[in-house]
Protein backbone atom coordinates (compact mmCIF):
# COMPACT_ATOMS: atom_id res chain seq x y z
CA UNK A 1 0.00 0.00 0.00
CA UNK A 2 1.22 3.43 -1.16
CA UNK A 3 0.78 6.63 1.75
CA UNK A 4 0.74 9.48 0.48
CA UNK A 5 1.91 12.56 3.14
CA UNK A 6 3.87 15.68 3.83
CA UNK A 7 7.98 14.69 3.54
CA UNK A 8 9.47 14.88 6.38
CA UNK A 9 12.92 16.63 7.43
CA UNK A 10 14.69 13.05 7.36
CA UNK A 11 13.05 12.33 3.77
CA UNK A 12 14.93 15.72 2.16
CA UNK A 13 17.56 13.90 0.66
CA UNK A 14 15.34 11.17 -1.28
CA UNK A 15 13.19 13.81 -2.16
CA UNK A 16 16.42 15.66 -4.00
CA UNK A 17 17.23 12.55 -5.51
CA UNK A 18 14.11 11.49 -6.74
CA UNK A 19 12.69 15.38 -7.88
CA UNK A 20 16.13 15.68 -9.60
CA UNK A 21 16.16 12.00 -11.58
CA UNK A 22 12.51 12.21 -12.28
CA UNK A 23 12.81 16.21 -13.72
CA UNK A 24 16.12 16.25 -15.30
CA UNK A 25 17.26 19.54 -12.94
CA UNK A 26 19.89 19.33 -10.73
CA UNK A 27 18.72 20.99 -7.50
CA UNK A 28 21.20 21.92 -4.45
CA UNK A 29 20.06 20.30 -1.16
CA UNK A 30 19.90 23.87 -0.15
CA UNK A 31 17.14 24.52 -2.39
CA UNK A 32 15.18 21.77 -1.69
CA UNK A 33 15.86 22.83 2.43
CA UNK A 34 14.48 26.30 1.10
CA UNK A 35 10.99 25.08 -0.65
CA UNK A 36 10.71 22.68 2.60
CA UNK A 37 11.46 25.61 4.88
CA UNK A 38 9.37 28.06 3.31
CA UNK A 39 6.42 25.60 2.26
CA UNK A 40 6.48 22.28 3.75
CA UNK A 41 3.33 21.00 3.22
CA UNK A 42 3.73 21.49 -0.35
CA UNK A 43 6.31 18.43 -0.61
CA UNK A 44 4.58 15.89 -0.55
CA UNK A 45 5.84 12.26 -1.00
CA UNK A 46 4.54 8.69 -1.42
CA UNK A 47 5.95 5.91 0.14
CA UNK A 48 5.91 2.11 -0.59
CA UNK A 49 7.41 -0.25 2.25
CA UNK A 50 8.47 3.22 3.53
CA UNK A 51 10.64 3.81 0.58
CA UNK A 52 9.78 7.88 -1.42
CA UNK A 53 8.42 6.14 -5.15
CA UNK A 54 6.79 9.56 -5.83
CA UNK A 55 6.76 13.14 -5.19
CA UNK A 56 4.84 16.51 -5.94
CA UNK A 57 5.87 20.11 -4.91
CA UNK A 58 4.33 23.07 -4.96
CA UNK A 59 5.83 26.77 -3.67
CA UNK A 60 3.28 29.75 -2.92
CA UNK A 61 3.12 32.43 -5.23
CA UNK A 62 1.52 35.84 -5.51
CA UNK A 63 -1.32 33.67 -7.53
CA UNK A 64 -1.84 30.95 -5.27
CA UNK A 65 0.10 27.81 -5.71
CA UNK A 66 2.51 27.36 -8.43
CA UNK A 67 3.02 23.04 -8.93
CA UNK A 68 6.92 22.92 -9.69
CA UNK A 69 6.37 19.32 -10.20
CA UNK A 70 4.98 15.96 -10.07
CA UNK A 71 6.69 12.78 -10.65
CA UNK A 72 6.33 8.81 -10.09
CA UNK A 73 9.05 6.26 -10.60
CA UNK A 74 8.38 4.07 -13.65
CA UNK A 75 7.79 1.04 -11.85
CA UNK A 76 4.60 2.56 -9.62
CA UNK A 77 3.05 4.43 -12.51
CA UNK A 78 -0.71 3.99 -13.22
CA UNK A 79 -1.07 2.82 -9.83
CA UNK A 80 -3.06 6.54 -9.15
CA UNK A 81 -0.30 7.46 -7.14
CA UNK A 82 0.19 11.15 -9.52
CA UNK A 83 -3.38 11.82 -9.02
CA UNK A 84 -3.03 11.02 -5.03
CA UNK A 85 -0.33 13.49 -5.04
CA UNK A 86 -1.93 16.03 -6.73
CA UNK A 87 -5.05 16.11 -4.60
CA UNK A 88 -2.70 16.40 -1.18
CA UNK A 89 -1.31 19.35 -3.19
CA UNK A 90 -4.54 20.90 -3.44
CA UNK A 91 -5.49 19.77 0.15
CA UNK A 92 -2.67 22.02 1.54
CA UNK A 93 -3.39 25.22 -1.01
CA UNK A 94 -7.02 24.70 0.25
CA UNK A 95 -5.73 25.32 3.86
CA UNK A 96 -4.38 28.02 3.30
CA UNK A 97 -7.32 30.10 0.69
CA UNK A 98 -5.13 29.20 -2.14
CA UNK A 99 -7.75 28.86 -4.77
CA UNK A 100 -5.60 28.44 -7.67
CA UNK A 101 -3.04 25.98 -8.68
CA UNK A 102 -1.22 27.23 -11.45
CA UNK A 103 1.57 24.76 -13.78
CA UNK A 104 3.17 24.24 -16.76
CA UNK A 105 2.99 21.29 -19.00
CA UNK A 106 5.59 19.32 -20.99
CA UNK A 107 2.85 17.80 -23.22
CA UNK A 108 1.84 14.07 -23.88
CA UNK A 109 0.95 12.42 -21.19
CA UNK A 110 1.38 14.63 -19.02
CA UNK A 111 -1.45 17.22 -20.70
CA UNK A 112 -3.61 13.61 -20.36
CA UNK A 113 -2.82 13.34 -16.76
CA UNK A 114 -4.19 16.63 -16.03
CA UNK A 115 -6.76 16.96 -18.15
CA UNK A 116 -8.22 13.45 -16.55
CA UNK A 117 -7.49 15.30 -13.29
CA UNK A 118 -10.09 18.82 -14.16
CA UNK A 119 -7.45 20.87 -14.78
CA UNK A 120 -8.10 22.79 -18.51
CA UNK A 121 -5.16 25.04 -20.15
CA UNK A 122 -5.91 28.97 -19.95
CA UNK A 123 -2.80 29.76 -21.89
CA UNK A 124 0.45 28.48 -23.69
CA UNK A 125 4.20 29.42 -22.31
CA UNK A 126 6.55 31.16 -24.78
CA UNK A 127 9.76 32.30 -24.19
CA UNK A 128 12.50 34.00 -25.46
CA UNK A 129 15.97 35.18 -25.05
CA UNK A 130 15.50 38.65 -23.70
CA UNK A 131 17.51 40.20 -26.20
CA UNK A 132 15.17 38.17 -29.32
CA UNK A 133 12.23 39.04 -27.75
CA UNK A 134 9.35 40.01 -30.74
CA UNK A 135 9.25 43.96 -29.89
CA UNK A 136 4.80 44.01 -29.01
CA UNK A 137 2.79 41.30 -28.26
CA UNK A 138 0.23 43.62 -29.85
CA UNK A 139 1.42 43.23 -33.50
CA UNK A 140 0.47 39.48 -33.34
CA UNK A 141 -2.71 38.14 -34.20
CA UNK A 142 -2.54 36.30 -30.78
CA UNK A 143 -4.55 37.39 -27.12
CA UNK A 144 -1.44 37.67 -25.39
CA UNK A 145 -2.46 37.37 -21.81
CA UNK A 146 0.59 38.55 -20.32
CA UNK A 147 3.93 39.23 -20.51
CA UNK A 148 6.56 38.77 -18.37
CA UNK A 149 10.84 39.03 -17.61
CA UNK A 150 12.46 36.45 -15.18
CA UNK A 151 16.03 35.69 -15.58
CA UNK A 152 16.79 37.05 -18.87
CA UNK A 153 13.94 35.52 -20.02
CA UNK A 154 10.48 36.84 -21.88
CA UNK A 155 7.80 35.20 -21.00
CA UNK A 156 4.28 35.57 -23.01
CA UNK A 157 1.25 33.95 -22.22
CA UNK A 158 -0.93 33.52 -25.50
CA UNK A 159 -4.67 32.94 -24.45
CA UNK A 160 -6.46 29.50 -25.02
CA UNK A 161 -10.31 28.62 -24.91
CA UNK A 162 -9.35 24.73 -24.15
CA UNK A 163 -6.74 22.26 -25.07
CA UNK A 164 -6.71 21.58 -28.63
CA UNK A 165 -3.10 20.39 -29.73
CA UNK A 166 -3.16 21.64 -33.35
CA UNK A 167 -3.49 25.57 -31.92
CA UNK A 168 -0.57 24.78 -29.86
CA UNK A 169 1.35 23.63 -32.83
CA UNK A 170 0.21 26.79 -34.78
CA UNK A 171 1.18 29.29 -32.08
CA UNK A 172 4.91 26.95 -31.75
CA UNK A 173 5.21 27.88 -35.31
CA UNK A 174 3.81 31.29 -35.42
CA UNK A 175 6.94 32.22 -32.58
CA UNK A 176 9.08 29.79 -33.49
CA UNK A 177 8.75 28.11 -30.37
CA UNK A 178 8.73 24.84 -30.62
CA UNK A 179 8.94 24.14 -26.63
CA UNK A 180 5.91 26.26 -26.13
CA UNK A 181 3.66 24.01 -23.51
CA UNK A 182 0.11 24.98 -21.84
Do not use: C
Amino acid sequence: MTNIRQVSERNLDAFRRLYNRLTGRDESPNVVRGWYDIHPKLLVGAFADGELVGFALGIYDHEGVHLKGIGVREEHRREGIGSALLSRVEEAAGERDADRISLGSAGGYVDKFYLANGYQPESVLLRFDADDAPESPESFEYDILRERVEDGVTKWYVGVEFHDHDFLQEVREAFDDQEAIY
